[in-house]
């Protein structure tokens, strides 16, 4: 069940905020009434301590019901101890938004989290929405409220990133990233703890702002799934991409994460399918972060076509090209007419391609670059269109040639009909010097260096495609069984799924070898034999499993074998016979309970695919048949399904829906299921049937 969706204007947007806690021997409250007064926050500053007197030059009340004037918004700077009485402040003086800076709740272990706990209790009662714990708070770039109770740089003017991020030291590092290469913030918001308020809170509230176009999020855990879901479906339907960097990947990430904001990091895998599954762009660092978002914001819905690239550098273009490889990104040939076109345009020397290398004439002949980028910019292949180039950074680097060559682009850039950008071949910095020119000119630029700039693109085309994919697709509603129903052996798990229209091997139960010999007649070629009983779960491990069985005597010999390995005290009912397949893909469905995110399926194909390589692709459920196909393809064995060796190609469209609906059967099983297993899963061409299944039940 997804939270109450939360309005948060007062507190992104407050005509007035008070400062409590406030004092002159703190770097804290003085940063943050500079951040106020300094950088004009055109609201009103009221100054709160309990001794009153004069704080940072002004006259300080001595509670926010002294202040006697309406709050929207409260800075509490207090010491954990007097959080209480300082919430019961904030209820008596009618202020209902607060951000918490003070630190020793969650973070600190148990005795914290239960302090926190309290404390979201007790804001609940007194009707206040609390930013925090442990946070340094935010600011509103389009409204200019920095709330931030530290330094921090950025960018000259607004712009339309949102940045929300677990770690208020990681905002300012954007921040000033930000700030370097002049992209626009619209928001930063430091979650800290999240007692209250959470990340989806904020991602929620941000969405509906005409002024945000990408979200960048920072998360070290995601505290209630159905709700950043929720969240995350409704940043899709409205092309607002949220651009994640989540760490959780190590167990020393783990614990840096509970002792620096109380979050529990949950499984990196789920959450990367989770990505995957909602169409949000996961990258691995703080420049990809904020790149990418700026990428998307300039290009928008890309359509399904490919990339043009245009420099004057052979080196790039291969650089290019490489990358555009890893990121599969489309780079299509150009078509005999752009070519023609090109031929006519380009030094004798010069080839037509895609990426286009200009040549070396164009140091002589600058308007090369206009002509390319004119050319391939009409093209019907291609949806998007780079040039790589740098703006100087300097006076003595605007030479004659870099602002002629660099008029020629924007011209060529700004007639083309497909988003375009001009990408620095290295990271660059945007100076006085290269913002005038960018400015003056009128250069789309991205000065994110080849390699950051062409997984920004990636990501673009990338989360596009995922748009179209989810773009009116509502979610889907799982359903939960009879609570009666709770499958334990293999025998009653794999009939459930029967049920569920999940193909099974056929299987028969023998209480002797007499009847088990006439089930493998009945059944005619190899069967396999396996032991009965819900008291044994892992049936290879104690030798009771025999394949490829062939002729009476065999059977029944298998038949003793197995009842004897039985360990004492188990419960037998005696052994199933099954059909021996063979000459099939075997694949492994696994259904677990993830602490966050609640019934999770896992695909993988079997053997060492799974064991070793640890190759599997992970969605919480439920997921549809589409989704699953998505999933084998993300396998690195995917190729296996396609048919090798003889082996027929897998009917992917028959496999996905049975997997669908043993994830289905698991979800229908209700919160008490701990795993089901179908391990394996065989498939052979467009036969697919669960030859073992294993269902686990939480004690």
């Known amino acids: 069940m997804t939270n109450p969706r939360r309005d948060l204007t007062a507190m992104l947007r407050p005509r007035s905020i008070a400062l409590v806690g406030a004092t002159d021997r703190s770097r804290w409250s003085q940063n943050t009434f500079d951040n106020l007064i300094n950088r004009k926050y055109p609201g009103e500053v009221y100054l709160v301590s309990r001794r009153g007197g004069t704080v940072h030059g002004r006259s300080a009340a001595t509670s926010c019901v002294a202040v006697g004037a309406p709050i929207d918004l409260a800075l509490l700077m207090v010491p954990m101890a007097a959080v209480d009485e300082a919430l019961a402040d904030l209820a008596a003086a009618d202020v209902h938004n607060a951000v918490i800076l003070t630190s020793g709740f969650a973070e600190t272990g148990h005795e914290g989290a239960d302090h926190q706990a309290r404390l979201a209790a007790l804001a609940r009662q007194h009707g206040v929405s609390l930013l925090g714990p442990n946070c340094l708070g935010f600011v509103n770039f389009i409204d200019n409220v920095p709330l931030w109770t530290g330094g921090f740089r950025a960018p000259s003017k607004p712009g339309s990133i949102a940045v929300v991020t677990q770690s208020g030291a990681n905002g300012s590092f954007i921040s000033s990233l930000a700030a370097q290469h002049e992209i626009g913030l619209s928001h930063m918001v430091s979650t800290g703890n999240e007692a209250d308020l959470d990340c989806a809170d904020f991602i929620d509230h941000l969405i509906d702002l005409s002024e945000v176009r990408a979200i960048a999020l920072f998360a070290e855990t995601i505290r209630h799934a159905p709700s950043f879901a929720a969240a995350a479906r409704r940043a899709i339907a409205a092309a607002k991409p949220i651009v994640v960097l989540k760490i959780g990947l190590s167990e020393v990430t783990a614990r840096s994460a509970q002792a620096h904001t109380g979050a529990l990091v949950g499984d990196d895998r789920v959450f990367d399918g989770v990505c995957r599954q909602l169409g949000m ?155 005038r020119i960018i400015e003056e000119i009128g250069i789309p630029y991205v000065s994110a260096g080849l390699h950051h700039g062409m997984n920004a693109l990636g990501h673009a085309f990338w989360w596009a495609e995922q748009y179209r994919r989810l773009s009116g697709v509502s979610a889907s509603i799982a359903t939960i069984a009879d609570a009666s129903e709770r499958p334990r052996s293999e025998r009653a798990t794999l009939e459930y799924l029967a049920r569920c229209s999940v193909p099974v091997v056929p299987t028969r139960l023998a209480r002797d070898a007499s009847e088990a010999v006439t089930a493998a007649r009945a059944i005619g070629g190899r069967v396999v034999l396996k032991i009965a009983s819900d008291d044994i779960a892992h049936k290879s491990d104690i030798g009771g499993v025999s394949l490829n069985l062939e002729g009476e005597a065999a059977v029944a010999d298998a038949f003793g074998q197995i009842m004897a390995v039985a360990p004492a005290g188990a419960r037998v009912d005696g052994v199933l016979v099954a059909p021996m397949r063979s000459s099939g893909l075997e694949l492994f469905v696994g259904c677990t309970r993830d602490a966050q995110w609640g019934h999770v399926i896992a695909v993988g194909l079997g053997g060492v695919w799974v064991e070793v390589l640890q190759d599997v692709s992970l969605r919480p459920l439920p997921v549809d048949a589409a989704e699953v196909r998505r999933m084998l393809g993300e396998l690195r064995g995917a190729k296996l399904l396609q048919g090798v060796r003889g082996m027929p190609a897998a009917d992917l469209d028959a496999l996905a829906g049975v997997i669908a609906r043993i994830g289905d059967a698991a979800v229908a099983l209700g919160p008490d299921l701990e795993a089901l297993e179908v391990n394996p899963l065989w498939v052979r061409g467009a036969g697919v049937e669960a030859l073992d299944a294993l269902a686990v039940w939480r004690k």
């Open 281 to 435: 762009v996961r990258v691995e660092s703080i420049e990809d972060l904020l790149y990418t978002a700026d990428v998307i914001c300039r290009t928008g819905v890309l359509q399904p076509r490919g990339l043009a690239v245009v420099s004057i550098s052979g080196g790039a273009c291969e650089v290019v090209a490489d990358r555009a490889q890893v990121l599969n990104v489309p780079m299509p040939e150009l078509s005999a007419a752009a070519s023609a076109e090109l031929r006519a345009a380009l030094p004798s020397f010069g080839t037509p391609h895609n990426p286009l290398d200009i040549t070396g004439g164009a140091v002589l002949q600058p308007d090369l670059f206009e002509q390319g980028l004119r050319i391939l910019g009409q093209q019907p292949e291609f949806s998007a269109l780079a040039c790589l180039f740098d703006v100087p950074v300097t006076e003595e680097l605007a030479t004659a040639f870099s602002l002629t060559a660099l008029r020629h682009i924007a011209t060529g850039l700004n007639a083309a009909q497909m988003p375009a950008v001009m990408i620095s071949h290295t990271i660059k910095p945007v100076t006085e010097v290269s913002a």
